[in-house]
Structures are given as C-alpha cells and as structure tokens.
C-alpha cells in the first residue's frame, strides 16, 4: 500500500462515516415523515455534508500525485472530515416524534455551521500551506461568497436566512464539483 492509498483509505473512512449519517438519516426522515415536520435546513444541511464529500473526495484524488503524507496531513484530513460526522449525527434530533427539524436545526445552528467553518477553514489553510495561491476569479466566485454566508449564518439565528444560506452552500458546493477538473 502506497502512502498516499493508506492516506486516502482513511480519509475516505472518516468522511464515509458522514455520508452514511447523512444517509441514515435521509432515511429516517423519511421514514419518520408523517409524524415530522422536515422543513428546509436539515436536508439542505445533508445535502451540502454529501456534496462536500464529494469535494474532498475528488480534492484528495487529483493530489494523489503531489500529496506527501506526514502528521500533519492526516491532522488536518481529521480537522477537515471529523466535523462533517459531527453535523451528520447532531443535526438530527434523538426523538423526532412530533418534531421539527428546522426548529431543532435553528437551536443547534451555531454549532452545525461553525462546524462547516472548521472544516472549510481546515481545508483553506492546508490549501494554502501546499501552494495554493487563488486568483482573484477564484476568491470572487469561491472564497468571499463562501465565507460570506458561513459568517453570516453563524451569528444570524433567522430560519429564512438559514434556509437560503444553506441553499446557496449547497448550490456552490454542487457547482464546484460538478466544474472540477483535475489540474
């Protein structure tokens, strides 16, 4: 096993065990559905864990090449996978009897979204620290639009904005990967 396939099997654990949360509890949702209300943040927050994912997933294959695997690389594949299985299972209530989620999700958003923000801050300063210098195409399409909503969400408790915010996390995200090329 090449150092970078043992890199990528765990990161690819860590971030699977997410998926599979999100999954489940896609699952549960729907199982659960006439006695939830579901709402928007919580599957738009699911959504943006699996797209994401995908993200990290094709990130960490086009360096496959270039990667060097030390500590501090799988530190920081911890510090960008590790709050994704945190949203996957605190997003959704233990008890969703009679419930809604957006309400659950609006109490607990602080966390959830600095979560995001661990994550993503993670991956930026690891980016950053192999080379990655952005244009200013990138920083205008990517990073401020980002960041933006990220802050914005995590000290504005308004379920609207949540419900865009999220939407918007997870249309970027989507487009992000849906335009990735290896380069």
Same mark, same amino acid.
């Given at each position: 096993?090449?150092?970078?396939?043992?890199?990528?099997?765990?990161?690819? *654990?860590?971030?699977? @065990?997410?998926?599979?949360? %999100?999954? /489940?509890?896609?699952? =549960?949702? $729907?199982? +659960?559905?006439?006695?939830?209300?579901?709402?928007?943040?919580?599957? *738009?927050?699911?959504? @943006?864990?699996?797209?994401? %994912?995908? /993200?990290?997933?094709? =990130?960490? $294959?086009? +360096?496959?090449?270039?990667?060097?695997?030390?500590?501090?690389?799988?530190?920081?594949?911890?510090?960008?996978?590790?709050?994704?299985?945190?949203?996957?299972? =605190?997003?959704?209530?233990?008890?969703?009897?009679?419930?809604?989620?957006?309400?659950?999700?609006?109490?607990?958003?602080?966390?959830?979204?600095?979560?995001?923000?661990?994550?993503?801050?993670?991956?930026?300063?690891?980016?950053?620290?192999?080379?990655?210098?952005?244009?200013?195409?990138?920083?205008?399409?990517?990073?401020?639009?980002?960041?933006?909503?990220?802050?914005?969400?995590?000290?504005?408790?308004?379920?609207?904005?949540?419900?865009?915010?999220?939407?918007?996390?997870?249309?970027?995200?989507?487009?992000?990967?849906?335009?990735?090329?290896?380069?």
């Amino acid at each position: 096993m090449s150092a970078f396939e043992f890199f990528f099997t765990f990161y690819s *654990l860590i971030m699977g @065990l997410a998926v599979a949360n %999100a999954a /489940g509890g896609f699952g =549960a949702m $729907w199982r +659960d559905r006439h006695d939830l209300r579901i709402g928007w943040c919580v599957p *738009l927050l699911s959504a @943006l864990i699996l797209f994401s %994912a995908v /993200g990290v997933w094709l =990130a960490a $294959w086009s +360096d496959a090449e270039t990667q060097v695997i030390n500590q501090i690389q799988l530190f920081a594949a911890l510090g960008v996978a590790v709050p994704y299985v945190f949203i996957s299972v =605190a997003m959704f209530p233990r008890d969703a009897s009679g419930g809604r989620l957006d309400a659950h999700y609006l109490s607990h958003s602080r966390s959830l979204i600095g979560a995001v923000i661990v994550s993503r801050l993670t991956a930026l300063l690891m980016n950053l620290s192999d080379g990655y210098q952005p244009d200013l195409s990138g920083l205008a399409t990517s990073l401020v639009p980002q960041w933006t909503v990220l802050i914005t969400l995590l000290f504005w408790r308004n379920l609207r904005a949540h419900q865009i915010g999220l939407a918007l996390l997870a249309a970027h995200t989507l487009w992000r990967v849906a335009v990735w090329s290896p380069s």
